[in-house]
């Protein structure tokens, strides 16, 4: 059988996926742990913390929050159903690294965990202070 064939073939047999279905599920979730992190800045405000401090103490929170869930299993129960809903950038992130340390723990903690947490976060981090860079140097060029 040849290619175009197959694919022919393979498109047939294949499952059609709920796309509209996924995107409510995906906008419903994102927007509850969006929500859910302005609920947490308007509780910390109303401690009396500024919003610059209220901002970092809501990303400090989720962060935690999606690493515990990772850790307990939660993260990825919920994933299943809400698909992209919890690639809200913040708690994907932190589900990603959590998520490569705990799979390399057999291997010890420098080259397992140390080794595979940056295996995520280090492409993230380099190109995000790169994009800054060069976001800012425009910014500067374009201000003179």
Known sequence: MDAPKYKEYSDKKAPRS?????????????GA??????FLSQIYQGLGMGREEAGSLVSVS???LSMLFTGLGLYS????????????????FANAVASSAIEAKSEGLI???G????TIAGPVIVYGICASA???LISYIFMM
Do not use: D, Y
């Not at 709920?18 to 994102?30: D, M, Q, S």
């Not at 742990?33 to 302005?38: A, L, P, S």
């Not at 129960?77 to 994907?92: F, M, N, R, S, Y």
């Open 18 to 30: 709920p796309v509209i279905k996924n995107c409510i599920k995906a906008f419903l979730v994102g």
């Open 33 to 38: 742990i969006c929500t859910f992190g302005e």
């Open 62 to 64: 989720l962060i935690f």
């Open 77 to 92: 129960k919920l994933a299943k159903h809400a698909g992209a809903g919890t690639l809200v950038p913040i708690t994907g």
């Open 111 to 113: 080259m397992g965990v």
């Open 115 to 118: 080794a595979k947490l940056f």
């Open 134 to 136: 060069v976001a800012g």
